[in-house]
């Protein structure tokens, strides 16, 4: 980050396209840019200039008297890989390209940029761009953009894929009075996209909240690695283009037609815990309060309002965003009988009549708060009757000065409310001109709190095997792929047994006989279905008999169905007849699911399921790899949960457990096999509490056979199993070494409990002996890509034991990383210490890692002697000793 650092506060800046010329971009860039020249120096490039706007004009950069941090370049497309390749010899952190005429204009285009990449690869050289309005730093008076407008300071970030959008937006913001920490025009993110400028932004002390207006995500791994990194402490609001597309592309099974690109983008964004909103307007209302210590506990909302309609209005927005109108409790309806008049509305909204002066709103606002029932507030002001708006305003500021709920404020009207809306403003509490915008920020407020709160709760230990056998179904999906796209379904059931998904017995006959042999070895009754790789939705051309109770009726069955394939598909490839135990009730069909998306990878699809699947569409999706949280929540957003689990008519509800396993389990099948294009298992039935896959089709993906890299077809990174060890302590102790997982919370709280005062000291620079959930959640639900924590764990009695952690935090750069080492005082001195610094280091070589450091008590002698014995080097800070390993 050290360059986009510098390019983003520039000493020197160079605008290589300067110009004079009335409405030349490179004439807007020099009057921004001049607006800060008090705070850096401004060097105009332009060979065919002596001077610029006073400035003296240099020919070039490499005659250009100091080092520059910035270069913005405004020249033609033809031009710009040579300039680029001048900044980079001449050392320039980077360079914002605002030209146009690249890979948005064709062929020729497209070359250049290829041109302009492979030097920004060679050279340490960041590029914003190409194609770009640039990027405005207000808090340090820094506008490298060709903008109208000079946007004002604030503490909201936006980055825009668009231009022309975010101009737009910056022009609309200004007038709004509006604040920016920054504003970033991407344009082609030939180098700098999403994922760099949140990483930039989470460790900016001026930004509260990103606000991103998204075409597409581009790099999706980086884009979802850094905004889960920094979503829980800043929220990231994004409205997505794109929500409707022209036309659904052809696919090859009901995975592949159910899951569309922007459900896609749904669920990748709630993985990472970003907000995704509808309008522009959604993205300030949502920035403006989403950072805010009031998040609401739950949906319940209060109304206090002086005007029926603006209260009916809001009632129908609270129900329309899912929320719910909250119920005043006994206590709260007993003060409020007493104390307003006889025909107040006697519920929730609160409508308190149009005569209502400012004691009446105190009163109703104060018992709103103080109800256990309410989750938030709205306060509703119509300008009627005596009460005017600034005394109530400020009165209710008041009250909201002690708040520990969210409090929103809708004062109707424009001139004369204009300054009770800068009261609030200046207090920090949300205020609107309609009921509806109100509350559609409330409902964004709480679902933001509550899919935080789902996504790093605490999973259950599932009984899941990580390490199933599967070398041999890598050579058999290989073998497969050399001659044809799909397995049959005998090879998809050696993948279901390997990962223990409970099926149907079954197995694949090639003649009529075999078929009845088999019905007598499962058992009566029996299905047949049709094995085609070039049928692979069976029903619709007749290719599937049930009930049949007979080895005569197997053998006619099996005669009609290949006769039906022989007409319907005479082009068909038939590999023979699956012959399949069946069940004899079915409570419920079921779904599930993966597909590869273009953008995401490998996605996981449940739902109600059967062959009418596509059209009764109740799926939901989620992003590889699941754990049994992330599995429930996938299963609670479709409507077929409720019946799952409450029951339908006669069928009584069933164990989700064992539901959850079967999709952990499905998603580590698809997590270890990049070679799966699609698959679908449909129907997965729930029979008398107990699940079962009754059909599954497996579709491969050639382009991935000979795949390069670990799991390139995932954004985020699943356990990585390959750093589990046994190993034994000096003593002999038996351990497990391991990466941390979120399930281990427990068992990581009871290890900080049981530390020594003095070890609790020496690891945290402070005695600590409890911690909340939401810190321990940053201990454990990591992101493997930039982080990495082993533990030590061992067996006491009939319970695992952690009795020690190591942990690697790298800098957004993934240059250097900060490590840090604690074992419990029962096992220290048996050469645990040194094992799970080892392990460390391993780690940080393989991600390439140049240098891992540690901040140490200088008392602490036993931890600085180990970092020396492991090579580190030691200096003393202060009252602190800093140890260092270079790694390259």
């Not at 004079?20 to 840019?33: P, T």
């Not at 062929?107 to 960041?126: F, N, V």
Request: overall charge neutral; aromatic content about 6%; charged content about 25%.
């Amino acid at each position: 980050m050290a360059s986009i650092e510098k390019m983003l506060n520039p000493k020197a800046v160079a605008v290589i396209g300067a110009s004079e010329s009335d409405g030349s971009i490179g004439q807007s860039l020099m009057r921004n840019l001049l607006m800060g020249r008090d705070r850096r120096k401004i060097y105009p490039v332009n060979i065919n200039r002596e001077t610029v706007m006073g400035l003296k004009c240099y020919p070039s950069v490499s005659k250009l008297p100091e080092h520059i941090d910035l270069a913005v370049i405004a020249t033609p497309a033809r031009t710009v890989p040579s300039i680029v390749e001048e900044c980079a010899k001449a050392g320039v952190d980077g360079a914002v390209i605002v030209s146009a005429g690249f890979r948005e204009v064709g062929s020729e285009g497209a070359k250049l940029e290829s041109e302009i990449k492979q030097i920004q690869s060679t050279h340490d050289i960041r590029i914003l761009g190409p194609n770009c309005v640039g990027v405005a730093r207000p808090q340090i008076g820094l506008n490298a953009t060709f903008l109208r407008d000079n946007p004002q300071p604030g503490q909201i970030a936006f980055i825009s894929q668009s231009g022309a959008l975010g101009s737009a937006i910056v022009n609309w913001a200004v007038s709004a009075g509006i604040g920016f920490s920054i504003f970033a025009s991407l344009g082609s993110t030939l180098d700098i996209d999403y994922g760099d400028m949140i990483d930039y932004l989470g460790e900016d002390p001026n930004t509260r909240s990103i606000i991103i207006y998204m075409e597409g995500v581009g790099n999706a791994k980086k884009f979802m690695s850094s905004a889960r990194g920094f979503a829980r402490t800043k929220p990231i609001i994004v409205i997505k283009a794109g929500r409707y597309p022209a036309g659904a592309k052809a696919a090859s099974s009901h995975t592949g037609a159910l899951a569309g690109d922007f459900a896609v983008y749904e669920a990748a964004f709630k993985r990472a815990g970003v907000v995704m909103v509808d309008e522009i307007g959604d993205l300030f209302n949502c920035a403006s309060v989403l950072d805010s210590r009031f998040l609401p506990a739950g949906p319940n909302l209060a109304i206090v309002t002086n005007a029926g309609g603006p209260s009916v209005l809001a009632a129908d927005s609270v129900v329309s965003h899912g929320g719910q109108l909250a119920q005043m409790s006994e206590e709260s309806m007993k003060i409020l009988n007493g104390a307003l008049p006889l025909y107040w509305s006697r519920g929730n909204p609160l409508d308190i009549l149009g005569d209502a002066d400012v004691a009446r709103y105190e009163l109703a606002v104060k018992t709103c708060i103080a109800d256990p029932n309410v989750d938030g507030l709205l306060v509703i002001y119509t300008p009627q009757g005596t009460t005017q708006p600034t005394p109530l305003a400020e009165a209710v500021t008041k009250i909201a000065a002690d708040r520990r709920k969210p409090m929103l404020t809708v004062w109707m009207g424009e001139s004369s409310v204009r300054e009770s809306r800068a009261i609030f403003h200046k207090n920090d509490i949300p205020t609107y001109s309609t009921p509806e915008e109100a509350v559609k920020t409330y409902s964004y407020m709480y679902q933001y709190r509550r899919n935080l709160d789902q996504l790093y709760q605490t999973p259950q230990e599932l009984n899941v095997d990580f390490l199933p056998p599967k070398s041999h179904l890598k050579v058999m999906i290989r073998k497969a792929a050399k001659t044809r796209r799909a397995l049959t379904q005998s090879e998809v059931d050696r993948f279901l047994d390997a990962y223990a998904i409970p099926r149907a017995k079954g197995s694949l006959s090639k003649s009529a006989d075999q078929a009845a042999m088999i019905a007598l070895d499962i058992g009566y009754p029996v299905v047949l279905k049709i094995s085609s790789e070039d049928i692979l939705h069976k029903t619709d051309i007749g290719g599937v008999v049930t009930g049949l109770n007979s080895a005569q009726a197997v053998k006619d069955a099996y005669k009609v169905i290949i006769d039906r394939a022989h007409k319907t598909k005479p082009e068909a490839r038939i590999d023979g007849i699956y012959v399949q135990k069946m069940t004899a009730e079915i409570d419920y069909e079921l779904i599930l699911g993966a597909k590869k998306d273009r953008d995401f990878g490998s996605v996981i699809l449940f739902g109600m399921g059967g062959t009418e699947v596509e059209l009764i569409n109740d799926v939901s999706i989620g992003l590889a790899p699941l754990n049994q949280i992330l599995a429930h929540r996938v299963i609670e957003e479709t409507k077929i949960y409720k019946a799952l689990s409450k029951g339908l008519r006669n069928k009584k509800p069933v164990d989700l457990r064992p539901l959850e396993e079967i999709m952990v389990r499905f998603s580590n099948l698809i997590v270890d096999f990049p070679e799966i294009g699609e698959m679908d298992i449909n129907p997965l039935i729930a029979s008398n509490g107990e699940f079962t896959v009754l059909d599954a089709r497996m579709i491969i993906d050639p382009s991935a056979i000979d795949h390069a890299g670990a799991y390139p077809h995932l954004v985020i990174v699943p356990y990585p199993t390959k750093y589990v060890n046994p190993w034994k302590l000096k003593d002999g102790t038996e351990v497990t070494l391991r990466p941390i997982k979120p399930e281990d919370e427990p068992i990581e709280l009871e290890f900080i409990r049981g530390l020594s005062t003095e070890t609790s000291r020496f690891r945290f620079f402070q005695i600590i002996k409890d911690l909340p959930h939401e810190a321990l959640v940053r201990f454990c639900n990591i992101d493997y890509d930039r982080e990495m924590a082993i533990i030590a764990e061992t067996r006491e009695g009939d319970r695992n034991l952690e009795i020690g952690v190591s942990r690697l935090i790298l800098e957004a750069n993934k240059k250097r990383g900060e490590f840090a080492v604690v074992v419990a005082d029962k096992y220290q001195g048996k050469g645990l210490g040194v094992k799970l610094v080892d392990m460390l280091i391993e780690f940080a070589k393989e991600k390439g890692i140049e240098t891992i450091y540690g901040t140490v008590m200088a008392e602490n002698l036993k931890m600085i002697r180990l970092c020396e014995k492991l090579g580190f080097s030691t200096r003393r800070e202060q009252e602190s000793t800093i140890a260092e390993l270079k790694l390259s």
